[in-house]
């Protein structure tokens, strides 16, 4: 049987051809010694096994419990005055009861035991040696033993697919999370920064001063045209998850390029920032560099709507199997005058944040990120390791 429930075409070939030998050699071997109905028995035993066979190629379940209960039954009761021919047709039911997942375990082996002992009431009036009719009976206990491992085996095949079904929905949330983290990013740098540039050009328009509103308006489209660089390359990234974009590595030109960019692209919004750097820096995966500069991104996105105007202080340390990523700023007056509340947790939201520390502790070889307030500042602290 498949999953879909339908016996396979080969399986009820073969079926059919031990159904037909079976029933060839029931007619065949019957003798004017045992009575007719035996032979009639045996041939219904036969019958319900094919018919089994037939309505399961055809995805029927309905009779399936009703013929096999009557393959199971006839056949037994008939073992002994049929030569052992009709047991096999018993056996087969017992075996695809057992082995039947739809089926209850207690159910098929209530069937063999009542198989087991029809076979031995069957044997009585026609004087069947032990030795033949316990040989028929073990017949019908292998068939138990086979049904059990073919049920173990079809258990161990719906785990497998549960547990891909189970990999796939990760997957899947997976990618669901990546899309919000990528999104937010990406909003909360441009369209944050679109804000305040356009606020300063609104107020540059109603003091007269064209020629810096001007200027603003410049720099937005040039955020704007970043924005939309950066939604590309999100998108580009989701579509393509294992691909080139999440391999390879970013050199520490190409790495503190980018900061560059970062760091300009906060100056140009009016906000402040000071960077120290310390030791050696040395190649980055591209995964590693995306999150450190995502965390860069963010905290300086942050600083700008919590603190604006706020001086923002970031540390780039690179250690011996470690690369960590500072960056703090003074909090808000609300932030200060209740201590040990973080000025983005008061203003609701933090998936910022959460999206950081997601991307840390996916790295490969490990990353955590952390964010609060430590003294009168509010400090995210990024950590990559590198061996």
């Given at each position: 049987?498949?999953?879909?429930?339908?016996?396979?075409?080969?399986?009820?070939?073969?079926?059919?051809?031990g159904a037909l030998a079976i029933g060839f050699s029931l007619v065949v071997s019957h003798s004017s010694e045992r009575p007719v109905w035996v032979l009639v028995v045996a041939l219904v035993s036969v019958a319900a096994w094919l018919a089994r066979g037939a309505l399961a190629?055809?995805?029927v379940r309905s009779l399936e419990p009703t013929l096999l209960v009557i393959a199971a039954v006839t056949g037994g009761i008939v073992a002994a005055p049929s030569d052992g021919l009709s047991v096999v047709p018993a056996a087969i039911a017992v075996l695809a009861t057992v082995g039947t997942l739809r089926f209850p375990?207690?159910?098929?082996l209530g069937l063999a035991a009542i198989t087991l002992a029809l076979v031995a009431v069957g044997a009585i009036p026609f004087g069947t040696d032990v030795a033949a009719v316990l040989a028929m009976m073990g017949g019908v206990i292998l068939a138990v033993f086979a049904g059990l491992s073919r049920r173990q085996f079809r258990q161990a095949e719906e785990q497998a697919v549960l547990l891909q079904q189970r990999e796939l929905e990760m997957r899947e949330e997976a990618a669901r999370i990546a899309i919000a983290r990528d999104l937010h990013d990406v909003l909360a740098h441009s369209l944050g920064g679109l804000v305040i540039q356009l606020d300063a050009v609104e107020a540059l328009l109603e003091a007269g001063d064209s020629a810096a509103a001007g200027a603003r308006v410049t720099d937005a489209r040039a955020l704007a045209a970043s924005g939309l660089s950066e939604a590309r390359r999100a998108v580009a990234a989701l579509r393509d998850p294992d691909g080139s974009g999440s391999s390879g590595s970013v050199s520490p030109s190409a790495f503190s390029a980018a900061v560059d960019d970062l760091l300009a692209a906060h100056r140009s919004l009016g906000g402040v920032v000071d960077v120290t750097l310390h030791g050696e820096p040395v190649t980055l995966s591209a995964g590693q560099a995306a999150a450190l500069q995502r965390a860069l991104q963010e905290s300086l996105s942050n600083a700008r709507k919590h603190a604006p105007g706020e001086p923002v202080r970031a540390d780039l340390a690179w250690n011996t199997g470690s690369v960590r990523l500072t960056v703090s700023n003074p909090l808000s007056d609300e932030a200060a005058a209740a201590p040990g509340t973080s000025a983005l947790a008061a203003s609701g939201g933090g998936h910022g944040l959460e999206g950081m520390r997601e991307r840390f502790h996916a790295l490969p070889l490990?990353?955590?990120a952390t964010a609060g307030v430590l003294g009168d500042r509010f400090t995210v602290t990024a950590e990559a390791k590198l061996s």
């Open positions: 049987m498949n999953q879909t429930g339908r016996q396979s075409p080969l399986a009820f070939a073969l079926n059919l051809f190629l055809a995805g375990v207690l159910a098929g490990g990353g955590a």
